[in-house]
């Protein structure tokens, strides 16, 4: 049996021949002694290759050392002469910073002494703050003792409708004339308000009440118990309405006042209050023909009937306003006739400049033709068309006029 009797060895799928196997053991064999001459001859080569690179080496740092060598003399002259400008250099940044220092050591000193004048003045300056806020501090201390005596009679009912009369009569006082108002004045049922406010047309006067109960007020505002709150809320609700009815049924008098009185609020935060929490109370004095009103809204409607006044006494006038207007149309009409006979003298004085700058212009041609020594001949045209003209020569000889007559 030879090797190419041998089966064929499967692997796998693949099916190797031997005469394949054969060869391949052969490569095999043979493989490595090959390799093995190749990295000879590569290794002789390589040795060559790098005899040849040292020797090229040993040449270059031959020439690079005589390089270097001649750097390096040239290297030290150099260091020599940047040796002796560095000198000279060093020496002249010696003296600069000398210099400059000596500047800034004056600057330095300028600058302190200014700023220890500034620090002065501001010291200066924050002692009188300070006089001023110690100034500001006592009034802030005497407000307090204001706040607390304010306190003290808001606290009082006698003192706090003093005090609520008293800032009604300010703003009504302020808002009218003398004899529009009357404080504490006596109605027929034998009541007093507090202010009887004047209407236009022999109308009835307005009642104006400045009394408000504030007690249960006080309570509703300092107490944080909801009960007593609720309480204080119910008991202010009754106060109110209790006080809305005395006023409807003392101070709404038919014939005698008007059928609406004012209540006055003497406080913008409670009117407020009033407004949004207690609705029920706004709305029945409304039907009891009572209006609250605050500071503001008094104030508003003294103006409002300080204007209603005001129209009428310019109705009681009217006649008088009419006399006056007629008598102002008289001097108008005088006036627009003086002002006519004064345009009439303008128009004149307006000919008679006219006139004058027509002369002037006369005079001014005539000037310039004397200028151009242009003269015209008596009967003669401003052109000189058949018109004689005669040359009048100068004694010397050298100058020829010629003169030309004109009308």
Not at 22 to 45: D, E, K, N, Q, S
Not at 232 to 255: C, N, T, W
Not at 288 to 310: D, H, R, T
Not at 314 to 343: N, P, S, Y
């Amino acid at each position: 049996m030879t090797l190419l009797d041998i089966p064929a060895v499967t692997i796998g799928s693949v099916t190797l021949q031997p005469a394949f196997l054969l060869g391949l053991v052969a490569l095999l064999f043979f493989l490595p002694l090959v390799l093995i001459v190749i990295a000879t001859m590569r290794a002789a080569r390589l040795r060559a290759e790098l005899r040849e690179e040292t020797a090229r080496r040993d040449e270059a740092a031959e020439a690079r050392l005589a390089e270097l060598l001649k750097a390096q003399a040239e290297m030290q002259g150099r260091l020599a002469t940047m040796a002796e400008v560095f000198g000279s250099r060093q020496a002249e940044l010696n003296q600069s910073i000398s210099q400059r220092l000596d500047g800034m050591t004056h600057r330095l000193g300028t600058t302190i002494t200014e700023q220890t004048k500034s620090t002065h003045d501001n010291l200066r300056t924050l002692q009188e703050r300070l006089a001023v806020i110690d100034a500001a501090q006592n009034n802030i201390q005497s407000l307090a003792k204001d706040v607390v005596g304010l306190q003290a009679i808001l606290s009082n009912k006698q003192t706090r409708g003093a005090f609520g009369q008293s800032r009604m009569e300010t703003i009504v006082a302020d808002g009218l004339p003398m004899g529009a108002y009357a404080f504490q004045t006596t109605l027929s049922n034998g009541s007093r308000p507090d202010c009887t406010i004047r209407m236009p047309n022999n109308s009835p006067p307005l009642v104006v009440d400045a009394k408000f109960p504030l007690e249960a007020w006080n309570v509703i505002r300092e107490t944080e118990n909801p009960e007593q709150k609720k309480a204080a809320s119910q008991q202010f609700r009754r106060d109110m309405e209790v006080h809305i009815r005395d006023i409807s049924e003392k101070y709404l008098i038919p014939g005698e006042t008007q059928d609406m009185a004012f209540l006055f609020v003497p406080s913008e935060s409670i009117f407020a209050e009033i407004h949004e929490n207690f609705e029920g109370v706004v709305q029945k004095a409304h039907r009891q023909k009572v209006v609250i009103v605050s500071p503001s809204l008094l104030m508003l409607s003294i103006q409002v009937i300080q204007a209603v006044l005001k129209d009428q006494r310019m109705r009681e006038q009217a006649h008088l306003i009419q006399g006056e207007v007629i008598r102002l149309m008289e001097d108008l009409g005088r006036l627009d006739d003086r002002t006519r006979k004064l345009q009439s003298h303008f128009l004149a004085a307006q000919k008679d400049v006219e006139m004058i700058i027509t002369s002037s212009d006369k005079l001014a041609k005539r000037g310039a033709k004397i200028e151009a020594m242009e003269f015209e001949t008596p009967g003669g045209r401003e052109d000189g068309d058949d018109a004689p003209s005669r040359a009048v020569e100068s004694r010397t000889g050298l100058l020829k006029l010629r003169v030309v007559d004109e009308d």
